[in-house]
């Protein structure tokens, strides 16, 4: 089977994976699919020399740096809340709550967000964190506990109160 | 496990759980736009190396070449002032020999 064809194949199977990564890192879908196509390109660039390094830890890596380096550039740019969430509803449907989590979680500091998601939406251990994000473990653990502060932080009493079936 | 790392869990569950807009990209672009670059790459390599090898060789030809001694200034003519004493000597020789002879 020949690279194009091996490429084609892991694009099918994981590209929509790394772009939900990727939304949950920026909450943008159209900046997601930017990051999914550089992480992408980047990835059929060293194709050849990845094959026992690992595809997904690689392409996990190059989105979330790709992320960092984007947030670095554009923080002037940067999307700041300005309001508190709003009083829990009566009716506190799906959408609701999505749009909840998604507003804390982009008020979460952009290297505590990369940590929460790598480490709770991917399921990577502190060691994978910590490789994928080019630092040590003890500083994967303090911002993942940073990062979970903030997020309490931001939800208030909506942190303990959702649940992940929507109910 | 700590309670609050479930939750958290759930919580990135939910917010990524929404299908999102279809993907726009497709491999085939990504196979292309990563032609593109490696092509972009090579060409690149190609030309730094020339111009390294055009650098090396300009520099080697300078160092080694002997330099060109300058050119010794021409032969020009000799200056004339014995002719012109002689001239004058004969000269006057010819007049005493007119004079003595005339009478």
């Known amino acids: 089977m020949s690279r194009n064809d091996d490429f084609s194949e892991y694009f099918a199977a994981r590209a929509n994976a790394l772009r939900a990564t990727a939304y949950l890192l920026c909450g943008d879908w159209h900046r997601a699919e930017d990051i999914t ?16 390094v690992g ?16 947030n670095r550039r554009l923080w002037r740019k940067r999307e700041h809340l300005t309001h508190e969430p709003p009083e829990l509803p009566a009716e506190f449907g799906d959408a609701e709550q999505r749009l ?3 507003a804390a979680l982009a008020s979460v500091p952009p290297r505590q967000r990369a940590v929460l998601v790598l480490r709770y939406w991917n399921d990577l251990s502190v060691e994978e964190t910590a490789e994928a994000l080019g630092c040590s473990v003890g500083t994967v653990k303090s911002q993942a506990a940073r990062g979970v ?9 909506h942190f303990d109160v959702l649940e992940p079936d929507g109910r | 496990m700590d309670p609050d790392d479930e939750r958290v869990r759930a919580l990135l569950a939910k917010a990524g759980e ?19 670059i490696r092509l972009i790459r090579w060409g690149s390599a190609v030309a730094g190396v020339a111009v390294v090898i055009a650098g090396v060789t300009v520099s ?24 012109t ?7 006057t020789t010819w007049t005493t020999a007119e004079t003595t002879s005339s009478p």
């Open chain 2, 85 to 91: 004493t002689t001239v004058d000597v004969t000269t």
């Open chain 1, 100 to 102: 909840l989590v998604q």
């Open chain 2, 60 to 83: 080697l030809l300078l160092v080694t070449a002997k330099p060109v001694p300058p050119a010794s200034p021409p032969h020009l003519p000799s200056a004339t002032p014995v002719t």
């Open chain 1, 55 to 70: 595809l997904d830890a690689y392409a996990r890596k190059v989105v979330v740096r790709t992320f960092l380096a984007e």
């Open chain 1, 37 to 52: 196509q550089v992480a992408m390109t980047k990835l059929y660039l060293a194709w050849p020399r990845l094959r026992e």
């Open chain 2, 18 to 36: 929404q299908p999102g807009p279809p993907l726009g990209l497709t491999s085939d672009a990504i196979v292309r736009r990563g032609r593109r």
């Open chain 1, 149 to 157: 502060a903030a997020l309490r932080r931001r939800l208030g009493p």
